[in-house]
T-cell receptor
Framework: GESVGLHLPTLSVQEGDNSIINCAYS??????FIWYKQESGKGPQFIID?????DKRQGQRVTVLLNKTVKHLSLQIAATQPGDSAVYFC??????????FGQGTRLTINP | EAGVAQSPRYKIIEKRQSVAFWCNPI?????LYWYQQILGQGPKLLIQ????????DSQLPKDRFSAERLKGVDSTLKIQPAKLEDSAVYLC?????????????FGSGTRLTVV
């Protein structure tokens, strides 16, 4: 069936290093791809999105890359900080306004 | 802008009992969603409302789950009777009509434990 999945369930990085979280998707019929951050005890929080006709979008310390040829999405976090520790989900916005989530990657920051 | 409000934050019940969750979306958001998030997994859509009508309830176990959104604002999700596998966080989210970017705004969820 259609799904949005992640390559790695956990990622551990040194504070100050850059983090790269990957995501594979199988459904090409979507308007947007969205990255969410979920901290313990909280709901998912919007980080950044990218329209399906774009290949790169930058935000504050975050960059999302979309490769439609291989159906791959990545989130890059620059200069990772302790506050970045969380579970990160990629999600796909399918019509009509249906958000489909992947499995999630837990990011831990080593001091 | 106030966020999506959910209550209660936690609930522990015995299997075969009933439980209800409440959600108040962001003012002006026509679309409301209920998601189920089992520990270690991504959220899974249960039901989607547009105003007070159901748009998608294909993943809702209708033999035990029900949801309503009277007057197109607040919503309740009910489970009757609960099973052990219903233990999860139930997330409510809302968005503006036809808003495809930015995703949704989520509440903090209700953590349900069925024992």
């Amino acid at each position: 069936g259609e799904s949005v999945g992640l390559h790695l369930p956990t990622l551990s990085v040194q504070e100050g290093d850059n983090s790269i979280i990957n995501c594979a998707y199988s459904n090409s019929a979507s308007d947007y791809f969205i990255w969410y951050k979920q901290e313990s005890g909280k709901g998912p929080q919007f980080i950044i999105d990218i329209r399906s006709n774009m290949d790169k979008r930058q935000g504050q310390r975050v960059t999302v890359l979309l490769n439609k040829t291989v159906k791959h999405l990545s989130l890059q976090i620059a200069a990772t900080q302790p506050g970045d520790s969380a579970v990160y989900f990629c999600a796909e916005m399918r019509r009509p306004q249906k958000l489909v989530f992947g499995q999630g990657t837990r990011l831990t920051i080593n001091p | 802008e106030a966020g999506v409000a959910q209550s209660p934050r936690y609930k522990i019940i015995e299997k075969r009992q009933s439980v209800a969750f409440w959600c108040n979306p962001i003012s002006g958001h026509a679309t409301l969603y209920w998601y189920q998030q089992i520990l270690g997994q991504g959220p899974k859509l249960l039901i989607q409302f547009q105003n007070n009508g159901v748009v998608d309830d294909s993943q809702l176990p209708k033999d035990r789950f029900s949801a309503e959104r009277l007057k197109g604002v607040d919503s309740t999700l009910k489970i009757q009777p609960a099973k052990l596998e219903d233990s999860a966080v139930y997330l409510c989210a809302s968005s503006r009509l036809n808003q495809h970017n930015y995703g949704y705004t989520f509440g903090s969820g209700t953590r349900l434990t069925v024992v």
